[in-house]
């Protein structure tokens, strides 16, 4: 089904072919269409890139946190189109801001610095992009991590909103060359299988093993043909799940069609690799052979083939709760599956078809023809859809195809990405649901464990789930029911959005005031690294992979997004309950020695320090040269979201590095940076070398940092220990992200510029 090329190849008749002999790769790098993207938007005169985007986008958990640090930099106005979308806009009942409150935030900073505001339930993210920002050749960085428009010839890039921020005041987003890995589609996908089934079937085999992780994919080969664009959206959507840097596919007569029906034919143009291109290595996908697929609790990597679970499935879900286990911080919880099984068939709960991924108009036909006539169960099972777009619904509404879901029980929704961050459709205690959507991680489907709520998501297609529901909801993969699978031509009605959307890109006015709620509040000050560094162990988190829904929980908690004080208390709350109040009292040490008025308790551990580590000296001195931040430890923290809260919330409550191995994510490592927290990286198991309260002294951490040291010396003082030398890694620490976190963070490091 899926086989991966781990050399260098370039591609023939039949497929990629391995480099054989010293041939130029890096030339045949230059005429991938990727590169031919990346080149039209670099500003580098050599070595590293320098982007710069054609357009911004972000939804509303973000947008607030990009806006009000842009405005503490310096931002007048918005140099290039910027869209703020609201489709993650379900949290005004649970706390923290109400969302009009930040939707009138956005529509006013929209008309003072010239954006384009996109209102609640118009489009999710993604949907809007794709009908209005998408061009052959272009580049979009959002806000969001699965900023992924390649099918339409589109470099999406997803980032933390920092990096949003650096574009708005006119800088570049700056990265190595980027190796490109070639992803050659062959054959046809069968009837009952979805793109959501190919991209599972990627992801599952390359996840793990980390081998396109900040690569771009490029998708080529005779199967391209074979897809629709609903069905190569719905899987170029779901790379973000594979850590790679972005994607892009040769473009044809499809993506043609699809910018004639969107009224924008002057943004087609045919892509194609060079007749020389080279990639780093290649995955090949045979559609033939791609199966319904599901993905277990809880990540997308976790897959199998429906029929090989069913197979087996007793043995396949005892392996799936035991990994989860490691990853439910209550240990009076479990994850019970098993209980789900009766006579060999698996039961679910709930569905959901949803999101830039489900809620297409093609997945939501093919849905509609399985259920056509038929019921979903009326007793503990619930089905719900939501269209991508308000163009989308219309168009189902006029081809008749919402009808034929309703009237199956299905329970049609606006668009919302809620099903998607945990804030919409939660499954009851216990049990399980099927989505087509992004993501399954713990608390995506709203479980509380600190408050014995325990459900999980499974992902699917949206043709096995409708054929799931009909089925009582047994789990029933789509290639087991006969239906029409041709899609009717869609029309696409421009004139919803010119209604709804304000668009006040080129016309700023900058006399408007910002409609500022009371729950939507500035950073606070975050102060220059000083000379030395004095970090305090507060969490150490054995999992192999760190999702930033686990640093920073999605769902009823990101009602707290505009304000970041309050917001951060939720840090690590379902994963390390502990980190709070340990980052706290960290923070409050800290605090006390920024007054220049140290208190008993803090003089007394500069002693216990300078003693520890052998140096001479009073603690007046050291506590005026050296700074106390808290430090967590990981093995790959930052899979998942782009949100910057997973790094802002930490500096917030004091947070000064982290330790891991190795960052999952570019996106994640950026947060970091862009909020002045140095990015270590340690050889070895941080599990078993670092302790909660063990504390590590870094003399002269700030000219480490300056000179971009790739080693720094340090001194581990573990509770109640001795001390003992160490040496962390500083890896490709470049010169502006130096700066930035000498300066403390990017609010800190523009303002200076601008002084």
């Known amino acids: 089904m899926v086989e991966l090329i781990r050399q260098p190849v370039r591609l023939g008749p039949g497929g990629p072919q391995v480099l054989t002999g010293p041939a130029?790769?890096?030339?045949?790098?230059?005429?991938?269409?990727?590169?031919g993207i990346l080149n039209a938007h670099n500003r580098a005169a050599g070595g590293g890139m320098k982007l710069k985007f054609d357009s911004l986008i972000s939804h509303d958990i973000t947008y607030v946190g990009v806006i009000q640090t842009a405005r503490a930099s310096g931002l007048k106005e918005f140099p290039l189109p910027y869209v703020l979308t609201n489709c993650h806009n379900s949290l005004c009942a649970v706390g923290g801001t109400i969302n009009r409150d930040d939707h009138m935030f956005g529509m006013s900073a929209c008309e003072k610095y010239g954006g384009i505001f996109v209102p609640a339930n118009q489009s999710v993210i993604h949907s809007y992009a794709r009908e209005t920002l998408s061009g052959c050749g272009r580049m979009v960085l959002g806000s969001d991590s699965h900023t992924r428009y390649g099918a339409l010839g589109t470099?999406?890039?997803?980032?933390?909103?920092?990096?949003?921020?650096?574009?708005?005041?006119?800088?570049?987003?700056?990265?190595?060359?980027?190796?490109?890995?070639?992803?050659?589609?062959?054959?046809?996908?069968?009837h009952g299988v979805g793109p959501q089934d190919v991209a599972l079937a990627l992801v599952g085999a390359v996840f793990a093993n980390g081998f396109v992780k900040n690569k771009v994919l490029e998708f080529v080969g005779p199967g391209v043909e074979a897809l629709s664009i609903d069905f190569r959206n719905g899987v170029d959507v779901m790379t973000t799940e594979t850590t790679c840097l972005t994607s892009v596919w040769r473009t044809d007569g499809e993506v043609e069609k699809f910018f004639r029906v969107h009224g924008r034919p002057e943004d087609y143009q045919t892509l194609d690799p060079g007749a020389n291109a080279c990639y780093d290595g290649a995955v090949v996908i045979d559609l033939d052979a791609v199966e319904p697929m599901i993905a277990?609790?809880?990540?997308?990597?976790?897959?199998?083939s429906i029929r090989a679970f069913l197979e087996n499935p007793a043995d396949i879900l005892e392996e799936v709760e035991r990994k989860a286990q490691t990853q439910i911080a209550n240990p009076n919880l479990r994850l019970d599956l098993r209980s789900k099984l009766r006579d060999g068939r698996f039961r679910v709960d709930q569905a959901d078809i949803a999101g830039c991924s489900g809620g297409s108009f093609e997945n939501l036909v093919h849905a509609a023809r399985i259920m056509d006539g038929k019921a979903i169960p009326n007793e503990f099972f619930t089905m719900s859809v939501y269209p991508a777009s308000g163009p989308v619904l219309m168009e189902l509404l006029r081809t008749g195809v919402a009808g034929k879901l309703i009237s199956a029980g299905a329970i049609l929704k606006p668009s919302f990405?809620?099903?998607?961050?945990?804030?919409?459709?939660?499954?009851?205690?216990?049990?399980?649901?099927?989505?087509?959507?992004?993501?399954?991680?713990?608390?995506?489907?709203?479980?509380?464990?600190?408050?014995?709520?325990?459900?999980?998501?499974?992902?699917?297609?949206?043709?096995?789930?409708?054929?799931?529901?009909?089925?009582?909801g047994w789990l029933t993969p789509a290639t087991e029911v006969d239906y029409d699978d041709s899609t009717p031509e869609y029309h696409y009605d421009k004139t919803l959005y010119a209604k709804t959307v304000y668009n006040g890109f080129g016309h700023p006015k900058p006399e408007t005031e910002l409609r500022l709620g009371p729950n939507i509040t500035d950073w606070p000050e975050m102060i220059a690294l000083q000379?030395?560094?004095?970090?305090?162990?507060?969490?150490?988190?054995?999992?192999?992979?760190?999702?930033?829904?686990?640093?920073?929980?999605?769902?009823?908690t990101s009602s707290y997004r505009s304000?970041?004080?309050?917001?951060?208390?939720?840090?690590?709350?379902?994963?390390?309950?502990?980190?709070?109040?340990?980052?706290?009292?960290?923070?409050?040490?800290?605090?006390?020695?920024?007054?220049?008025?140290?208190?008993?308790?803090?003089?007394?551990?500069?002693?216990?320090?300078?003693?520890?580590?052998?140096?001479?000296?009073?603690?007046?001195?050291?506590?005026?040269?050296?700074?106390?931040?808290?430090?967590?430890?990981?093995?790959?923290?930052?899979?998942?979201?782009?949100?910057?809260?997973?790094?802002?919330?930490?500096?917030?409550?004091?947070?000064?590095?982290?330790?891991?191995?190795?960052?999952?994510t570019k996106r994640y490592r950026s947060n970091l940076v862009n909020w002045g927290m140095i990015p270590f990286t340690w050889d070895g198991d941080p599990a078993e070398r670092f302790s909660p309260g063990d504390r590590i002294f870094i003399p002269g951490v700030y000219e480490a940092v300056r000179s971009q040291a790739a080693r720094v010396e340090a001194w581990l003082i573990p509770a109640g220990g001795s001390a003992e030398k160490i040496t962390l890694e500083l890896k490709a620490l470049a010169p502006e992200e130096a700066a930035i976190i000498l300066a403390g963070c990017l609010i800190n490091y523009y303002a200076g510029a601008s002084d």
């Open 531 to 556: 000379k030395n560094a004095l970090l305090e162990v507060v969490s150490v988190i054995p999992d192999s992979v760190t999702t930033t829904d686990e640093l920073i929980p999605s769902g009823d």
């Open 24 to 35: 130029a790769l890096e030339a045949g790098r230059q005429e991938t269409i990727a590169y």
């Open 417 to 472: 990405c809620g099903p998607c961050f945990g804030a919409g459709d939660v499954p009851s205690n216990g049990s399980i649901a099927i989505r087509h959507t992004t993501r399954n991680f713990p608390n995506r489907e709203g479980s509380k464990p600190k408050e014995n709520q325990m459900a999980s998501v499974a992902l699917m297609d949206a043709r096995s789930i409708a054929a799931t529901a009909v089925n009582g």
């Open 155 to 190: 470099l999406g890039v997803g980032e933390g909103g920092g990096e949003l921020v650096k574009q708005l005041l006119g800088r570049t987003y700056d990265i190595a060359p980027p190796e490109v890995i070639a992803v050659w589609l062959k054959g046809r996908p069968r």
């Open 563 to 664: 304000n970041p004080i309050r917001m951060a208390d939720f840090t690590l709350s379902r994963r390390d309950p502990a980190y709070v109040d340990r980052a706290k009292a960290v923070r409050d040490l800290e605090l006390s020695r920024q007054s220049g008025k140290p208190s008993p308790e803090l003089e007394t551990l500069a002693r216990q320090v300078l003693d520890a580590v052998g140096l001479s000296g009073d603690a007046a001195s050291f506590l005026g040269e050296t700074c106390l931040g808290s430090v967590v430890c990981s093995n790959r923290p930052g899979d998942g979201s782009a949100r910057e809260q997973a790094a802002s919330c930490q500096r917030v409550l004091g947070g000064l590095a982290n330790i891991c191995v190795e960052y999952a």
């Open 296 to 304: 277990f609790p809880f990540h997308p990597s976790n897959v199998y």
